[in-house]
């Protein structure tokens, strides 16, 4: 089975290009997009998203007709006040990930997420008749 970035479904310039306009602008500034890590098991999808600095309420995950969408917003405020001073910093994360899943692979009832030490965990179970068929055939 093959689990596609919803994003390869449209090419983007090459790499080049793709940088030279997106560095600066996208997510104002600050293009981080997670490293995901993605486990094809027997009878299940795992994936890893690493999103350090979030917390668990931070992160919405969908799944749409055959997409599931990984998404997080953190805003966060820092203020420290002085005698003759004030220092205030904001700053705000966000990023988006999808992915397309082949249809009728995965239990949408069943899948599971947990956040843990700066890792998104999600297991997404698969249906019954997607998964692997192994049988020895015997010549004769």
């Known amino acids: 089975m093959k689990v596609m970035r919803y994003d390869d479904l449209f090419p983007k310039f090459p790499a080049f290009f793709d940088d030279f306009f997106t560095k600066d602008f996208e997510n104002g500034g600050n293009n981080k ?43 966060n405020k820092q203020e420290e006040e002085k ?21 009728n692979t995965v239990k949408a009832e069943a899948i599971e997420a947990k956040y843990e030490n700066g890792i998104l965990f999600l297991h997404l179970p698969k249906m019954e008749e997607v998964k692997p068929v192994r049988k020895q055939i015997l010549i004769s």
């Open 33 to 75: 997009i997670p490293a995901v890590n993605i486990k094809d098991n027997e009878h299940s999808l795992d994936l890893e998203v690493a999103v350090p600095g979030y917390k668990k309420d931070d992160f919405t995950v969908e799944l749409n007709n055959n997409v599931l969408k990984i998404a997080a917003n953190n805003n």
């Open 83 to 103: 005698e003759n001073y004030t220092y205030r910093q904001f700053n705000y994360q966000s990023f988006e990930r999808s992915f397309r899943l082949p249809e």
